[in-house]
């Protein structure tokens, strides 16, 4: 797991190098489904374009702040635009990370969609 605290603040994870491996979410991956389960993971399931593989991104310890989903026509899977650890306003401060070490995530797809959550980190998985 890599831990949001070990993540390089406004670092665009959709772009990104997992476990020694390179990762082009935005032009190579189509998002298929976006889960939350259990009231605290948020899963992100995504199929290459190119070659059916599949690969999910899990956020573990999810508390979601804000979620902007609606339909787009002639929209069969979304694209992520941008995924990064951002900061949040506390008490009138900006801050990186909550007393529990969770970071606050920006997810927003090409076709308007978005979510907002704190999460203590994340797992890729490959399902070849």
Not at 10 to 17: A, I, K, V
Not at 21 to 28: A, L, R, T
Not at 59 to 79: C, D, G, Q
Request: hydrophobic share 35%; glycine share 4%.
């Amino acid at each position: 797991m890599i831990k949001s605290k070990e993540i390089q603040l406004f670092q665009n994870l959709s772009q990104y190098e997992y476990d020694g491996k390179y990762y082009d979410f935005h032009n190579d991956y189509d998002c298929l489904r976006v889960l939350f389960e259990n009231a605290e993971d948020l899963t992100l399931i995504f199929r290459h374009t190119s070659d059916d593989r599949r690969i999910s991104i899990r956020f573990r310890e999810v508390e979601l702040y804000k979620i902007e989903f609606f339909n787009t026509p002639k929209v069969s899977n979304l694209i992520i635009d941008n995924l990064y650890r951002g900061r949040f306003e506390f008490q009138g401060h900006l801050e990186e990370l909550t007393p529990l070490n969770k970071g606050y995530f920006y997810l927003e797809f090409d076709e308007g969609q978005k979510i907002e959550f704190w999460s203590s980190g994340l797992l890729v998985n490959c399902f070849e």
